[in-house]
């Protein structure tokens, strides 16, 4: 035991140490893999402005009750760490204190997961996971039509699904500019059984565990891959590596910077999924992206960048003529210049991704028999400014309500008739494409019909038109399934506005809610934490509510286009 809690304080220096002021990151880098999808340069400067903001943040959390460490909790970040190295038998202060000052480098390979057979993908396409019974002991499947599957061939395609993982194998490098405050510290961890074994054929080259090791007198490599028995194999490669090695991020004042490749997607992607995604519009125009985050005293400031080369304006988020306009008061609200382009570039992508999932084949069959491009005939009309409002409930249920501009209201209104019959199959074949990414584009897609793909739905998905009222043409979208979230969506046009909710009472009021202008940008998010809480403070708990109110005051997330990139930007205010 002795010896693994060795083991894991090694690798924490080497998580910690970080290169020591080091000037040579060139010198470093070389170390990690040429191939990285991924490399990213993280401050460790204890002193610096990123590290004192953390500092203040920890005890502010400590003194409101939010970090509860059982029966003694540090005060202070110092406290909170001299604790945590104790237990290895170092010293925060003495021993890892001295080491901080400089660049911790990592880098991440990543190899795609196999893709899934056909026949496991066709069963899944069709597999409807919420209708699952459990009838004495024994579970019965059912399709999204609502007929039985075999319980063989489900459980044999879900058990494929869950052995296609990616591999991913990260590697953190880093020179230290003091080599006798890190031979000191790992003089206590042999003491208490690490190893520090020669590495033959690699001069100066010391083995500390499995897949950690130290060069020279200074500098430090360490191996975490999925495969542990790769790992001391693979820090060989590292440790004997001379050339260059990719190129790293250069940190400025940030915290944390990051370049990343688009094959990073195979993190989430199976080999084909990546290679279609490679080949589409936008994968051929990507070429990186860069972020960065940056601590001070008034708040968390986050940007990316995404380098696309040869993509038309007209398919990139581009800011609006003017301000956009937000609903004042809500605790989550979002706002869209023009949401047509961000709805038509996903459904673009939708169709190359995934060409034989059921969403394409079914907006395919409505296409043909209407003799319309769905892209252009539904899409396109929400050619104007949108915004949506999301609101937690303290039972952790969730509503929301939005409102869009048309193009042609009048034209809409013919339409919405015509593809009502349509659109729970268009639903259901939307929630094959994957529920989690979906969830996460209903702030910034919102008032298209797509939106209640967002949700999981059951093969009783129906489509009914409400009573009419006045200027209001409404449907209700029912047989939804979500669990906290709501089990309807009501869609249509009140006035001359398109609107989309969980309820027509919601549809209605956002038709009324009144907004203030916000700064330019194509999409905005905006978080007023005492708005949320106000509203969902009970389902967090009230310790953890005082912290947040202590800590954050708001957020505000925004993405445009700019000279063919897009540019991402995110502010989390601290709370004063």
Partial sequence: MRRLVAIIAAVAICVASAGCGSSDGAETARHLDPRSDA???????????????????????????????GEFTPPTLNGALEALTSSTGLSFADDILPLLGGTLQLGVRTEPAPPLSASARDVLERFDSNATRVTG????????DGKPMDPQEVESALREQDMRQPSTTVTAAYRVADADALERALGKLRDQGLE????????GARRLGKGVGVLGD?????????DEDQADALLRERLKATGDGPAMPELGESLVAAHLAPTVLGAWLDREELQRALASTAGRALRST????????????????????????????????????????EGVSSASADQSRTTVFLARLARELYPDSRFVRR??????????????????Q??????????????GSVAFGARSTLRDPAAMRALLDRIAPDLPGILEGLQGLGATGLTS?????????????????????????????GSEQLYEVTGLENGSGPNRVVYGLIGDAFVVASSAELAREVAAMRTEPAPEAATRVRVDFAALLERAGGWLGEDTARAVRALVAGADVNASAKDGDVVGEAEVRWAR
């Fill in 441 to 469: 584009l209903l702030l910034v897609a919102p008032d298209a019909p797509l939106t209640p793909a967002a949700f999981a739905l059951l093969a009783g998905v129906d489509v009914r038109k409400l009573a009419a009222a």
């Fill in 382 to 395: 929400f050619s104007g400014p949108s915004f949506s409002v999301l609101r937690p409930g303290r039972d």
């Fill in 196 to 203: 520090s074994t020669p590495i033959a054929g690699i001069d």
């Fill in 363 to 380: 907006v395919e069959r409505l296409e043909a028999r209407e003799g319309l491009k769905f892209e252009d005939a539904v899409l396109r």
């Fill in 137 to 144: 002991g024994r579970s019965r499947y059912f399709d999204y």
């Fill in 218 to 226: 200074d500098t430090l490599v360490a191996v975490l891959a999925d």
């Fill in 39 to 69: 490399v990213v340069a993280i401050d460790l400067d204890y002193a610096s402005a990123n590290w004192k903001q953390v500092k203040r943040l920890y005890a502010r959390a400590v003194r409101e009750g939010g970090l509860d460490a």
């Fill in 290 to 329: 860069e972020v960065r985050l940056k601590l001070d005293q008034e708040a968390a400031r986050a940007t990316a960048l995404m380098d696309f080369e040869g993509l038309a304006d007209d398919e990139l988020p581009l800011p609006g003529p003017g301000p956009l306009a937000l609903p004042s008061g």
